[in-house]
């Protein structure tokens, strides 16, 4: 495993303990960013007419994301595929807006910042799942 990996990982095992020092707040966190995530691009639809129906996609997407953001799944060896689903729905949102011509800078910061915490989520449970 080369510097570059070790980093890494010794990056993520620090902000994931230094933002999520347990389990219950760890669910919690997630669950927040997810509900915060879907209630933003809530208000945005709110505030752009023209790009709603991608925007309520969106939030479709970011409420469906809390369905997959459980602990369980460590224990029953799923979380890995949880997380996944849950990276997903960025995706899926990514689609909506482009496919609805929508180009809203604090939605592509949002996503970006969905992808980034869950990618790094992703990446620790794989760690711990093996």
């Known amino acids: 495993m080369g510097s570059k ?20 707040q760890a669910s919690v966190g997630a669950l927040v960013n997810a509900i915060a995530t879907s ?3 809530t208000g945005l ?3 752009n007419p023209a790009s709603k129906q991608a925007l309520v ?8 994301a809390v369905t997959f953001l459980n602990l369980k ?4 060896g799923s979380a890995s595929l949880d ?7 960025a995706g899926y949102c990514e689609t909506a807006l482009s496919t609805g011509h ?6 592509t910061d949002r996503i970006q910042k969905w992808k980034s915490v869950f990618s790094a ?4 449970v794989i760690t711990l799942e093996n």
């Open 121 to 124: 989520a992703y990446a620790a």
């Open 39 to 41: 209630n933003f691009f």
């Open 73 to 76: 799944g460590l224990e029953e």
């Open 5 to 24: 990996n070790l980093t890494l990982i010794f990056a993520i095992v620090l902000f994931l303990f230094l933002n999520f020092p347990s389990r219950t």
């Open 45 to 47: 639809a709110n505030t």
């Open 102 to 107: 929508v180009h809203i800078a604090s939605a």
């Open 57 to 64: 996609l969106c939030a479709t997407y970011f409420k469906e």
């Open 83 to 89: 997380v996944h689903y849950a990276l997903d729905q």
